[in-house]
């Protein structure tokens, strides 16, 4: 990512300094300028190639920007998406279907679907959404258990009933409808991958024909280049041929000044003519040179006010979109405070119902015994028993000391 960014930039870069490299050439020209017609056509295909340069930057800026525009919207519709998934699994599936039965979910996701999507894929995205997603409303347990019988029998009709052996809590009817609905999504998915086959195809098409034209395009430069410099030889020649002419007029007026003198006041005045139309063709080029600048800058004005038309409308749009997005948050948020305050009113039932039943057990339990405060003070029976035990052995005559046995290992040391 970090290196197709620096590519792009010093692209940019590239296309930027050649543009300025041919602006200040213009500049260089516009400071010393000559009254001939070479120079203005000079000056016209200068301007030219800068025009060229600056409308193709702008042009592959937009479409770059457009493209980046595109992938932003399909990521933003996928998030969405997912982010509607895992809410419906949080859930459960009776949630879920509730949830994507929404007319105001249904309608933006259809709409995203509809304009950056081939119809194949909307279609194929619709059925998911409307039949519980890519297990038909079943959890992920029983739709394997389903995918492993009926791939064994290839979806002939005997595996319904080893399927019910699998699929404990599902009727003949919902294996049959979650057949009909996994045929149809076969189908489905069939089409969108053929979809999305023919749509790489007709973009590589598309990219074969940009090129083709584009190597068209050049060689028409080149051609448009050798005629021009063709031109200008020819040009020079015929300058060459000029100048020999007068040098040819020079010495046959030196040799004949006396009978042209007559001729020479008529050429004179005929030359005086030809400076008057050049300087009026040169002022007439100055107006026509002025009016097109002037057009460009409108233009130019233009075009940046439809951009910031075209940028305010969009950033709008977006904040559209969030507002969207953050009504659909807040429709979550109070569906699962008023789920928790349910389950917490249903945990203060089941309490004060578990407190009634232990009142109820004690109440049979309960047993009406007296206390005897002096038998506290009285000794046990046990210890009266001891201490007789003890008296009467005290009674008699001690005949021997009992003392510890001596270990084997030390016996005889």
Same mark, same amino acid.
């Given at each position: 990512?970090?290196?197709?960014?620096?590519?792009?930039?010093?692209?940019?870069?590239?296309?930027?300094?050649?543009?300025?490299?041919?602006?200040?050439?213009?500049?260089?020209?516009?400071?010393?300028?000559?009254?001939?017609?070479?120079?203005?056509?000079?000056?016209?295909?200068?301007?030219?190639?800068?025009?060229?340069? =600056?409308?193709?930057? @702008? %042009?592959? #800026?937009? *479409?770059?920007? $457009?493209?980046? +525009? !595109? &992938?932003?919207?399909?990521?933003?519709?996928?998030?969405?998406?997912?982010?509607?998934?895992?809410?419906?699994?949080?859930?459960?599936?009776?949630?879920?279907?509730?949830?994507?039965?929404?007319?105001?979910?249904?309608?933006?996701?259809?709409?995203?679907?509809?304009?950056?999507?081939?119809?194949?894929?909307?279609?194929?995205?619709?059925?998911?959404?409307?039949?519980?997603?890519?297990?038909?409303?079943?959890?992920?347990?029983?739709?394997?258990?389903?995918?492993?019988?009926?791939?064994?029998?290839?979806?002939?009709?005997?595996?319904?009933?080893?399927?019910?052996?699998?699929?404990?809590?599902?009727?003949?009817?919902?294996?049959?409808?979650?057949?009909?609905?996994?045929?149809?999504?076969?189908?489905?998915?069939?089409?969108?991958?053929?979809? =999305?086959?023919?749509? @790489? %195809?007709? #973009?590589? *098409?598309?990219? $074969?024909?940009? +090129? !083709? &034209?584009?190597?068209?395009?050049?060689?028409?430069?080149?051609?448009?280049?050798?005629?021009?410099?063709?031109?200008?030889?020819?040009?020079?020649?015929?300058?060459?041929?000029?100048?020999?002419?007068?040098?040819?007029?020079?010495?046959?007026?030196?040799?004949?000044?006396?009978?042209?003198?007559?001729?020479?006041?008529?050429?004179?005045?005929?030359?005086?003519?030809?400076?008057?139309?050049?300087?009026?063709?040169?002022?007439?080029?100055?107006?026509?040179?002025?009016?097109?600048?002037?057009?460009?800058?409108?233009?130019?004005?233009?075009?940046?006010?439809?951009?910031?038309?075209?940028?305010?409308?969009?950033?709008?749009?977006?904040?559209?979109?969030?507002?969207?997005?953050?009504?659909?948050?807040?429709?979550?948020?109070?569906?699962?405070?008023?789920?928790?305050?349910?389950?917490? #009113?249903?945990?203060?039932? $089941?309490?004060?119902? !578990? &407190?009634?039943?232990?009142?109820?057990?004690?109440?049979?339990?309960?047993?009406?015994?007296?206390?005897?405060?002096?038998?506290?003070?009285?000794?046990?029976?046990?210890?009266?028993?001891?201490?007789?035990?003890?008296?009467?052995?005290?009674?008699?005559?001690?005949?021997?000391?009992?003392?510890?046995?001596?270990?084997?290992?030390?016996?005889?040391?």
């Amino acid at each position: 990512m970090t290196v197709s960014r620096k590519t792009e930039k010093a692209k940019i870069l590239q296309q930027l300094s050649k543009i300025q490299n041919n602006v200040k050439r213009l500049q260089q020209q516009l400071k010393d300028v000559k009254p001939t017609p070479e120079f203005v056509d000079k000056l016209k295909e200068m301007m030219e190639e800068v025009e060229n340069a =600056i409308n193709a930057f @702008k %042009e592959e #800026q937009r *479409q770059i920007y $457009e493209q980046l +525009l !595109k &992938e932003e919207r399909t990521a933003i519709n996928e998030l969405s998406l997912f982010e509607r998934k895992v809410e419906l699994w949080a859930l459960g599936s009776s949630i879920a279907e509730k949830v994507s039965k929404l007319p105001s979910a249904r309608v933006s996701v259809g709409k995203t679907l509809e304009n950056h999507l081939p119809e194949e894929v909307v279609e194929f995205e619709r059925f998911l959404q409307r039949t519980g997603g890519r297990q038909g409303g079943w959890d992920d347990y029983d739709h394997q258990n389903f995918l492993k019988v009926w791939t064994k029998h290839k979806g002939r009709l005997p595996y319904v009933d080893e399927a019910l052996e699998y699929l404990c809590g599902r009727t003949k009817e919902d294996i049959e409808q979650h057949d009909k609905w996994y045929q149809e999504f076969l189908i489905l998915q069939k089409r969108k991958k053929e979809s =999305i086959k023919k749509w @790489k %195809e007709k #973009q590589q *098409q598309g990219k $074969e024909g940009n +090129l !083709k &034209e584009k190597e068209k395009s050049g060689k028409m430069l080149k051609e448009e280049w050798l005629q021009h410099e063709e031109a200008q030889k020819q040009k020079a020649e015929e300058r060459k041929r000029q100048q020999a002419a007068i040098e040819a007029w020079k010495k046959q007026k030196a040799i004949a000044f006396a009978m042209e003198n007559a001729s020479q006041l008529k050429l004179e005045k005929e030359k005086e003519k030809k400076q008057q139309k050049e300087h009026q063709r040169q002022c007439h080029m100055k107006l026509l040179l002025e009016r097109y600048t002037l057009q460009k800058k409108e233009k130019e004005e233009l075009e940046k006010l439809e951009k910031e038309k075209r940028e305010e409308a969009e950033k709008e749009e977006r904040k559209r979109i969030a507002a969207e997005e953050i009504t659909k948050f807040q429709e979550s948020d109070l569906h699962k405070l008023k789920l928790r305050s349910l389950q917490k #009113q249903a945990k203060e039932v $089941e309490k004060q119902e !578990k &407190e009634k039943r232990l009142a109820k057990l004690r109440v049979k339990v309960e047993a009406g015994v007296t206390g005897d405060r002096t038998r506290l003070c009285r000794p046990a029976e046990g210890w009266e028993e001891r201490a007789r035990e003890v008296a009467a052995t005290a009674s008699q005559p001690l005949l021997r000391i009992p003392r510890r046995a001596t270990p084997a290992w030390r016996q005889g040391l």
